[in-house]
Every structure is written in C-alpha cells, then in structure tokens.
C-alpha cells in the first residue's frame, strides 16, 4: 500500500470511528431502556470495532516505519498482528453476548420494542454508510479486511435486530431476541473464524494458499539450464509481499549464464506467482565455469 492509499485508509478509518463510536452511545442507552439484548449485543460489538479500528490506525502507522538493522524486514507485519488481535477481541465480545443470550432463553424480559425500533434503524444507517466507506479499503490488506468486515457482520445484526422489534412489537414473544442474539452470534464466529485462521497461517509462515510448490518447482525446471528444483520454501510478509527460497541445481558454461538463469527464474516468480523476493542457492555440479 503506497503513502497516498495509506493516507486515504487512515481518514476513512478516523471517520468511521467517531461513526461507530455514536451508534455504540445510542444503541447501549436504547437497549438498557428498551431492554433488547440484541440491541445491547449490537452496541458492544461496535465498541468492540471501534477498538479494532483504534488498533487497525495504530498499525497502518506503524507498517510505515523504516526497517533497520534489528528489524530488517521493517514493521510491515504490524496489520497482521493488528488483524488477529482484533479477531481475538471478536470472540471475546461473541462469548459474552452467548453467555447473556443463554441467561435470556431461560429468563426472559419484556422488550419495549418502540424504543428499540427507531435506535436499531440508526445503527443500521450508520453501519451501512461506514461499510460502504471502508469497502473499497478491504481490498487493499487483511488488517482493514477484518475492520471491514466488523462493519458488515454490524450491518447484518442492525437489520436482525429490526426484524426482532417488528415481531415482539406484532407477536409480543420476548425469546426472539436472544435467539436473534444467537443467530448473529453463529455467523459471526464462522467469518472470525476465517480471518483468525488466514492471520495464523501467515504468522507460522504457510505457503500462501493459492501457492502450489508443485507447480512452481515444475514451471522452473523448464527453464533451459535449470536441472532440478528443491528444498522450496514460499511464505508472506504480509498479505501483499512474498519470500521464496529454494536450491536450485544448474547446468551452465559461464557466470554470465548463471546471472541470466537467476533473472530469469526471478521473473518468472514475480510474473506468474506474484513472489515478490527470492534467494537462490544454486548448486553448479554440471557447470563447466570457463571465465571469470
């Protein structure tokens, strides 16, 4: 992500979370006087993005620092770290709005729905507008990804809580909520689940899912003056900068050839596999070097 996308991601961010930050306000003060624990659910995990968006700012600045000699592939890892934590902080809001929607299944409260209504209407705005002001910064990195998606599972729930007023309001059954509370709940835990594993796999240095070792080692070993590919190791930075290393077992006759074999396989990594940095190790058994 260059400084000027940055830049825009960091105001997209400041504005959605002063957003975010109102909503939570009306929707905890409508679900303590309406007594929704929908609402109430609702308004906690705005709170909990407005806190992943804190976090999501913090490491889009510090992503910029330069790398030095202690850290010398930089600070570019910080979204990452950013982006599970905020997955970690997910759960935990999930596990308390779970332990309350159980509490309710089995003593239930009145819900005054003509509170709850016109507040769930105002979050619902709210979320749709900051989700379609992020959408297009989710694109960019797994870090606003997970915001983006805080913003989305937001949206959803305003709109389950809505369809929860409609029918205590008409029907007057008060187990609608926590049992909306648990459908909301269900779905969430399924996409936080996704990110947290997506997150994990980086950290451990994975090879990138859409990576098949197979393949590359294949489409090098087809390269004229390329014998044999192996010990391949592919992992990511982050989501957008990969790293490769491998042994490489050459058949070349001067050290120009080999420079133009390392070229070669470098842009065949970078064109084809989006490797962005590669070391090779090679191994010049059958090379007969004639100059040097």
């Known amino acids: 992500m260059n400084n000027l996308n940055r830049s825009k991601s960091e105001s997209k961010l400041i504005i959605t979370i002063i957003l975010n930050l109102t909503i939570s306000i009306f929707e905890i003060i409508g679900g303590v006087l309406s007594g929704s624990l929908s609402l109430i ?3 906690l995990h705005n709170l909990s993005d407005s806190a992943s968006m804190f976090i999501s700012l913090f490491s889009l600045r510090v992503a910029q620092r330069e790398k030095s000699s202690r850290n010398t592939y930089g600070f570019k ?15 935990i809001t999930l596990a308390y709005i779970f332990f309350e929607a159980i509490q309710r299944l089995f003593h239930p409260q ?25 959408f297009k910064e989710s694109q960019k990195s797994i870090n606003l990804k997970s915001t983006f998606l805080h913003i989305v599972i937001d949206t959803i729930s305003s ?12 029907t007057g059954w008060f187990y609608i909520d926590p049992i909306l509370s648990l459908i909301v709940i269900t779905y969430v835990l399924k996409e936080g689940y996704t990110i ?27 390269i004229p003056g390329v014998e044999n590919i192996h010990h391949i190791h592919v992992w990511s930075l982050n989501e957008n900068e990969r790293f490769s290393e491998f042994h490489a077992l050459i058949n070349c006759q001067t050290f120009n050839e080999m420079d133009q074999l390392r070229d070669q396989i470098n842009r065949v990594l970078s064109d084809e596999f989006q490797i962005n940095h590669t070391t090779i190790q090679f191994e010049g058994e059958k090379c007969k070097i004639t100059n040097i």
């Open 159 to 170: 709109v389950i809580v809505i369809i929860g007023g409609l029918i205590i309001h008409y």
């Open 110 to 134: 009145e819900v005054i729905s003509i509170i709850m209504l016109p507040v769930a209407i105002i979050g619902l705005l709210g979320n749709f507008f900051s989700a379609v002001l992020l």
């Open 77 to 91: 890892r910080a979204e990452i770290i950013a982006a599970l934590i905020n997955a970690v902080l997910l759960f």
């Open 196 to 222: 947290f594993r997506d997150v994990i796999h980086i950290l451990m240095q994975g090879t990138p899912t859409d990576i098949d070792l197979f393949q590359i080692k294949s489409r090098l070993e087809s």
């Open 41 to 43: 659910s609702d308004a």
